[in-house]
């Protein structure tokens, strides 16, 4: 158990929705990121928040956004859902610069 | 570009046997990390091991090696004495610089031990 919490596990929608994935960071750990698994981009940063606030972005759509709560947990949310946002969604976090890194289990998206 | 690069996309290796799993990179900067990861089918990313830039040693963990050569760009993961449950897929992954902890992946090399 890497002590990074992520829910769902699954979720299935219909194109055009919104959905919101959450994170609950391991404790102590200040940083949060996103990254997106597709079968054809492989893995992809997506966004990274520090202690509230965002501190880098990377590929994200602007239909995503992110942000991190005052308790550190961190939710993502997508909207307007197309076929091709069909991927697993990791987030991971951190105390700072480290040299382990931990992933929660991931949400799997399947819109269809 | 790329910046990691996993040229082998799939190995086959005997159960008891070690395998290694290739992985160059692409940076400028002096100051980087490595990482690998295994993802099992369940899609579970767990993290196996981490080199720095600046460390003289090769990183060890248990059964997992990984094999520094900072003149070639390249670090590769050795796993000896593979067991069943060492079939997964394996990224390579780097965080460049000194803050932040985005990584960059490779596209993963999945590996089937068989017995």
């Known amino acids: 158990d890497s002590g990074v919490t992520q829910t769902p596990k699954h979720l299935i929608t219909a194109t055009g929705q919104r959905v919101t994935l959450r994170c609950s960071p391991r404790s102590g750990d200040l940083s949060v990121y996103w990254y997106q698994q597709s079968l054809d981009q492989g893995l992809q940063f997506l966004i990274q928040?520090?202690?509230?606030?965002?501190?880098a972005k990377g590929n994200i759509l602007e239909r995503f956004s992110a942000q991190q709560f005052p308790d550190l947990h961190s939710e993502l949310n997508l909207s307007s859902l197309e076929l091709g946002d069909s991927a697993l969604y990791f987030c991971a976090s951190s105390v700072g610069r480290v040299t382990e890194a931990f992933f929660g289990q991931g949400t799997r998206l399947t819109v269809v | 570009a790329q910046k990691i690069t996993q040229t082998q996309p799939g190995m086959f290796v005997q159960e008891k046997e070690a395998v290694t799993l290739d992985c160059t990179y692409d940076?400028?900067?002096?100051?980087?990390?490595l990482f690998w990861y295994k993802q099992p089918s369940s899609g579970e990313m767990i993290f196996l091991i981490y080199?720095?830039?600046?460390?003289?040693q090769n990183a060890t963990e248990g059964r997992y090696s990984l094999n520094f050569q900072k003149a070639r760009k390249s670090a590769n993961l050795v796993i000896s004495a593979s067991q069943l449950g060492d079939s997964a897929m394996y990224f390579c992954?780097?965080?460049?610089?000194?803050?932040?902890?985005?990584?960059?992946f490779g596209a993963g090399t999945t590996v089937t031990v068989r017995a």
């Open positions: 992954a780097m965080r460049e610089g000194n803050n932040d902890y985005k990584l960059s």
């Open positions: 080199q720095g830039s600046y460390d003289e």
């Open positions: 940076t400028s900067d002096q100051s980087y990390g």
């Open positions: 928040y520090y202690n509230g606030e965002e501190r």
